[in-house]
Nanobody
């Protein structure tokens, strides 16, 4: 079993910043990639940013230059630094991780989500 626990969401004014965190725990042998997705009401879930074990990152065009994804030294926690937030960034943000369990089976897990609301 692999668990992902997110934190850091909240209400922020336009132009403000938030930092999301997601910690992975459980029967993890290795994590190959972690990422953040978001889903606004009535819309499909979309990739915001991802990072792999080599440190390569990928961002949605809508957040390039404003959001930064990173991991801790142990690579079991992923962060999303969000700057210059806009009302259209309002959504539930979900952490995703994929890799191998200690029993050598693959996993792809989701966190429970954290709400980000950008409003004045």
């Amino acid at each position: 079993q692999v668990q992902l626990v997110e934190s850091g969401g909240g209400l922020v004014q336009p132009g403000g910043s938030l930092r999301l965190s997601c910690a992975a725990s459980g029967s993890i042998l290795s994590i190959h990639a972690m990422g953040w997705y978001r889903q606004a009401p009535g819309k499909q879930r979309e990739l915001v940013a991802s990072i792999n074990t080599g440190g390569s990152t990928n961002y949605a065009d809508s957040v390039k230059g404003r959001f930064t994804i990173s991991t801790n030294s142990g690579k079991n926690t992923v962060y999303l630094q969000m700057n210059s937030l806009k009302p259209e960034d309002t959504a539930g943000y979900y952490c995703n991780a994929r890799g191998l369990t200690t029993t050598k089976g693959p996993f792809a897990s989701w966190g429970q989500g954290t709400q980000v609301t950008v409003s004045s």
